[in-house]
């Protein structure tokens, strides 16, 4: 448990992947996954709420996202059918 609890420590304490800490201290990658996975389960971060302007933002961010969706969805369908045509 002692070996478990300070594995979890450093995979979660540093910015390295859990697959190079899990290299570093002899583990299977999986294992110590699940043991991070129980961890941060057990132990969930509570995140600040948005502000006023990060919420404007956001929306602005998905509106832009969802109107490039819809330009690539078109230019996709026109590729297409131009392509058709060419043969």
């Given at each position: ?5 300070e594995a979890?420590k450093?995979a979660v304490?540093?910015?390295?992947p ?11 990658p999986g294992?110590?996954?699940n043991w991070?996975?129980?961890y941060?389960?057990a ?8 502000s ?9 961010l ?9 330009k690539?969805d ?9 392509a058709?045509?060419?043969?």
């Amino acid at each position: 448990p002692e070996f478990r609890d300070e594995a979890v420590k450093m995979a979660v304490g540093s910015d390295r992947p859990i697959a190079q800490v899990a290299r570093e201290l002899g583990i299977n990658p999986g294992t110590l996954g699940n043991w991070v996975a129980a961890y941060r389960k057990a132990h969930p971060v509570k995140e600040e709420p948005l502000s006023v302007s990060d919420r404007a933002r956001l929306r602005e961010l998905e509106r832009e996202n969802r109107k490039l969706k819809m330009k690539n969805d078109f230019l996709g369908k026109a590729a297409a059918f131009f392509a058709q045509e060419y043969r």
